[in-house]
């Protein structure tokens, strides 16, 4: 659910004229939904983004479980922030970086990390002085403002002594370059952050729950539905809502996954909406068939 537009901007005569192939295609793509989790997510990280440099800098973690969205989120952050040219400096500007946490960090490994994101060379025998030295100049170079880490978690990968010092890495950068930091992981990433007392108390934290069959969730599949390419409306009531839920657990890509499927299959009987009856005969793969368990 990552695109924000429809396949061509006169989307209904798109929808008339499509083939099947087109609108299976279509319906398997990714489209951006916005919802109101997401919003106060993304408007958190807009305030930390125009936040005046200090010294210690306000960051946030963003926890859920796995496929509840905030990679999207993430993505979608950097969509809206893209590099660009400015031409009063002449030079390129990165306001957003993101990263994802490599897995049992060492102090090398991260800050060649933080090189690779913004596609900075190095030698393969760099020391960790200077990747750190690169890294760092090249972030201030280019003007970032704000330092995503997906995958926190990962951080709880290594030893106790590789979890001390890239907690202290982190804190570091934020410190050296003055610019909020905004990790995303599944729970543990909050034990990982609360074991460095310095940098927990500048973390803020926002958590994506499973849904619910309430306004929100209602809201976020009638959007969801308006976007397939069906032709025929959905209408879904009370009861299909909640075996939506009960089917997918209320985890956001398989309510997408659901959705995508049925859709599909919606076209290819000639159905041409998604029932009540589909809702209730849907399996989730052989892999996932415990979510229905």
Not at 134 to 149: C, D, K, P, T
Request: aromatic letters at 8%.
């Amino acid at each position: 659910m990552t695109s924000d537009l429809a396949p061509n901007d006169d989307y209904a005569s798109w929808l008339s004229a499509a083939s099947d192939d087109e609108r299976i295609l279509y319906a398997r793509s990714d489209r951006w939904i916005t919802y109101p989790r997401a919003a106060s997510i993304l408007n958190r990280m807009e305030e930390l983004l125009v936040h005046p440099r200090n010294s210690r800098m306000p960051s946030l973690l963003v926890i859920a479980n796995a496929g509840m969205g905030k990679t999207q989120i993430d993505e979608r952050f950097c969509r809206l922030h893209p590099p660009r040219f400015d031409e009063e400096s002449n030079c390129s500007i990165s306001p957003v970086v993101s990263v994802q946490m490599p897995a049992a960090a060492t102090d090398r490994l991260f800050y060649m990390t933080l090189i690779r994101a913004i596609g900075g060379v190095f030698s393969p025998r760099i020391s960790t002085a200077e990747a750190m030295c690169m890294a760092l100049q090249l972030y201030s170079e280019l003007g970032v403002r704000l330092l995503i880490f997906d995958e926190a978690h990962n951080m709880l990968a290594g030893s106790f002594r590789d979890q001390r010092r890239i907690l202290t890495q982190l804190r570091y950068v934020s410190n050296e370059l003055k610019l909020p930091l905004v990790c995303f992981g599944v729970f543990t990433a909050r034990e990982a952050i609360a074991s460095d007392a310095q940098l927990a108390r500048r973390f803020g934290m926002m958590e994506l729950p499973a849904w619910e069959v309430d306004v929100n969730f209602k809201g976020l599949i009638s959007t969801a539905l308006k976007g397939l390419p069906l032709r025929r409306p959905t209408s879904l009531d009370v009861l299909a809502l909640q075996t939506i839920i009960r089917s997918t657990r209320g985890n956001t890509a398989r309510i997408f996954e659901m959705i995508g499927d049925l859709a599909v299959q919606a076209i290819k009987n000639g159905e041409e909406r998604i029932t009540a009856e589909m809702i209730a005969a849907w399996k989730p793969s052989m892999y996932e068939r415990t979510l229905v368990a």
